[in-house]
C-alpha cells in the first residue's frame, strides 16, 4: 500500500465520522512495516471532548495496541491538517511522518496558521507531505458543511414567532 491507499481509509472514517454528524476528519496510524495500527475518526461530539479529534484517538489506540505511549517509526495519515493539539500530541508520541489531505486555514498548525514542527525548541521533528487526496478531503468536509448551513437555514425557515 503506499500514501494514497492509506489517506483512502482515512477518507473512509471521515466519511464515518460525518455520517454521525461529527465534522468529517479520520485518521490513520500506519507502523513502518506497513501494518495498520489505528483507524480514527473525529468524535467530540459524541464522546463530550474537546480533545477527541481523529488524530488524538489514533494515537490513543495504537499507543494501547503496542503498550507504549511512544510511536516511533509511524506515519499518521489524516484528511485535514492537524491542529496545534493534535501537533504536540504527535511530537510527543514520536511520530516519524504526517501525510494530510487539505489545509484548514483557520486552525492547521503544520502551515496554515502556524510552523509547529519547525519550532527549533523542540526535541523531535516530524516529517511531513501535503496534499494527498485533498480534492476529495475537501469536497467531503464542503459537502458537510453545506448539509449543515441548509438544516439550519431549512430549521430558521420552518419555525414562527
Known amino acids: 500500500m503506499d500514501d494514497h491507499d492509506y489517506m483512502g481509509l482515512a477518507l473512509e472514517?471521515?466519511?464515518t465520522a460525518g455520517a454521525r454528524g461529527e465534522v468529517p476528519v479520520g485518521a490513520v496510524l500506519v507502523a513502518d512495516t506497513g501494518e495498520v495500527l489505528a483507524v480514527a475518526s473525529n468524535a467530540?461530539?459524541?464522546g463530550c471532548d474537546p480533545t477527541a479529534h481523529a488524530e488524538v484517538l489514533a494515537l490513543r489506540s495504537a499507543s494501547q495496541k503496542v503498550a507504549?505511549?511512544?510511536l516511533p517509526?509511524?506515519?499518521l495519515y489524516v484528511t485535514l491538517e492537524p491542529c496545534t493539539m493534535c501537533c504536540g500530541a504527535l511530537i510527543h508520541a514520536r511520530?516519524?511522518?504526517l501525510v494530510f489531505a487539505a489545509r484548514e486555514?483557520?486552525?492547521g498548525a503544520v502551515v496554515s496558521t502556524a510552523s509547529t514542527f519547525n519550532n527549533p525548541a523542540l526535541n523531535h521533528r516530524v516529517e511531513w507531505t501535503e496534499g494527498v487526496a485533498s480534492d476529495a478531503s475537501a469536497n467531503l468536509l464542503r459537502q458537510f458543511f453545506k448539509g449543515r448551513r441548509d438544516r439550519h437555514r431549512k430549521s430558521k425557515s420552518g419555525s414562527s414567532i
Do not use: E, L
Open 13 to 15: 472514517a471521515a466519511s
Open 44 to 46: 467530540q461530539i459524541a
Open 68 to 70: 507504549n505511549y511512544r
Open 73 to 75: 517509526g509511524t506515519t
Open 95 to 97: 511520530v516519524q511522518r
Open 105 to 107: 486555514p483557520k486552525a
